[in-house]
């Protein structure tokens, strides 16, 4: 059984930093392409970060580029969401994600996609 658990969430001022944490078990980390989403209050759920299994790509929504960094480290099963300059509306609950399969490039923003979900953190910004 695969186990996907964040950690990291809280409560900040609009500037600060926040890193948010994902621990995978169950499955060897480098054969799974991660994700990072989020969902804010009345929103859908929306992507925000994807990273291949080693790390050599990485991708983001418009909104965070420049601000927010994925990585990962597949030696300790871990994967981060390094979140800089954060604003009133990076408030959500953030979720981290794994998928199996292949056709990264063309699904890594696609929800239904990824194949294991962590629980979530409450991510919350205030100005």
């Known amino acids: 059984q695969v186990t996907v658990v964040e950690s990291g969430g809280g409560v900040v001022q609009a500037g600060d930093s926040l890193r948010a944490s994902c621990t995978v078990s169950?499955?060897?980390?480098?054969?799974?392409?991660m994700g990072w989403f989020r969902q804010a209050p009345g929103k859908e759920r929306e992507f925000v970060a994807a990273?291949?299994?080693?790390?050599?790509?990485?991708f983001y929504t418009d909104s965070v580029k420049g601000r927010f960094t994925i990585s990962r480290d597949n030696a300790k099963n871990d994967v981060y969401l390094q979140m800089d300059s954060l604003k009133p509306e990076d408030t959500a609950v953030y979720s981290c994600?794994?998928?199996?399969?292949?056709?990264?490039?063309?699904?890594?923003?696609?929800?239904?996609?990824?194949?294991?979900w962590g629980q979530g953190i409450q991510v919350t910004v205030s100005s």
């Open positions: 990273i291949t299994w080693t790390g050599e790509s990485t």
């Open positions: 169950g499955r060897t980390l480098s054969s799974l392409v």
């Open positions: 994600a794994g998928a199996r399969s292949s056709g990264f490039r063309t699904n890594y923003n696609r929800e239904g996609w990824y194949d294991y």
